[in-house]
Structures are given as structure tokens and as C-alpha cells.
């Protein structure tokens, strides 16, 4: 289900942010 960006809250966000940059952070640690 796609929502409008409006209706995405801070805490939707912080998900979003969180399951992009750990892959990408664990590719450079490792």
C-alpha cells in the first residue's frame, strides 16, 4: 500500500531511513 508523502508521519520516516542506510552501512563496515 502506497501512501501520499503527506500522510507519511516523522516515525514512517525514521523506519524508511533506518532500513536503507544499515544495509549500506554494514556493506562499508564490512
Known amino acids: 500500500a502506497t501512501y ?3 500522510l507519511v508521519t516523522a516515525d514512517d520516516v525514521d ?3 533506518a532500513v536503507s ?3 549500506l ?5 564490512k
Open 21 to 23: 542506510c544499515r544495509p
Open 25 to 29: 552501512a554494514g556493506n562499508d563496515q
Open 4 to 6: 501520499p508523502e503527506y
Open 15 to 17: 523506519k524508511v531511513i
